[in-house]
């Protein structure tokens, strides 16, 4: 697999102008997708040296629209406030659905009103059950020059994948769980079935 090179990189002010991010894109990745880098130079009081990253996979109805079938719209939030706090970047990847993209997903939702479970849905759809590399995302930190990071996920795969990748994860933060009535299944299966550092136990409905 090829390198990447950062394209370009141009400041948007966010949250009425309190956040400052910078916008990173990419050039050399041959899917054509347009993953994106935000960096985050973090406030003085509380910066690491150790860049804290999240990689993001894009979820439309969570991110955009605050579907609460999911907790991908409230952990983007709380990546930016942490991120922006400490220094780092979210990796915004395009990898809408677990990578089998949006209406595929919208057919995974529809196979999950009627009893099957996030995983199996997708194979009822003859589709992997989750079809995301995270080697790009490696790429994309190895060209913003960043060889260690201070992870935050749930998701044990992102940082083996990481590490296999050449990248040096020196911690794992997780998220705080952002659970509802409508998600507690969505969680509860990433916990059982792809080992999620999620605890659920005692947690009510936000
Ligand atoms: N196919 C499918 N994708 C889903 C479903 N719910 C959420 N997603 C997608 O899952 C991705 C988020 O990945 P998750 O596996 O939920 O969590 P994660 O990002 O791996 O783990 P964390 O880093 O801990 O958040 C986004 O791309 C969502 O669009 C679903 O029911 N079916
Ligand atoms: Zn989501």
């Not at 993209?101 to 059950?129: F, I, R, S, V």
Request: hydrophobic share 35%.
């Amino acid at each position: 697999m090829n390198e990447l090179t950062v394209k370009r990189r141009v400041v948007i002010p966010m949250r009425a102008g309190e956040v400052m991010a910078e916008f990173i894109s990419f050039d050399g990745d041959e899917s054509g997708k347009e993953h994106i880098g935000i960096g985050f130079t973090g406030t003085s009081a509380s910066k690491n040296d150790i860049p804290l990253v999240r990689l993001h996979s894009e979820c439309l109805t969570g991110d955009v629209f605050g579907s609460g079938r999911c907790d991908c719209g409230e952990q983007l939030d709380e990546a930016i406030d942490k991120i922006n706090a400490e220094g780092g970047y979210i990796l915004y990847l395009r990898q809408e659905g677990r990578g089998i993209g949006l209406y595929a997903k919208l057919e995974a939702y529809a196979l999950q009103d009627q009893g099957y479970d996030t995983y199996e849905a997708n194979e009822m759809l003859h589709l992997p059950d989750d079809g995301r590399d995270f080697g790009i995302a490696a790429k994309m930190l190895k060209s913003l020059g960043v060889n260690q990071v201070r992870l935050l996920t749930n998701n044990p795969d992102k940082a083996e994948q990481l590490k296999e990748n050449g990248i040096d994860v020196v911690e794992l933060l997780p998220t705080k769980v952002h659970v509802n009535q409508h998600n507690r299944q969505y969680l509860e299966t990433k916990a059982k079935r792809k080992q999620h550092t999620l605890d659920l136990d005692g947690e009510g409905f936000e």
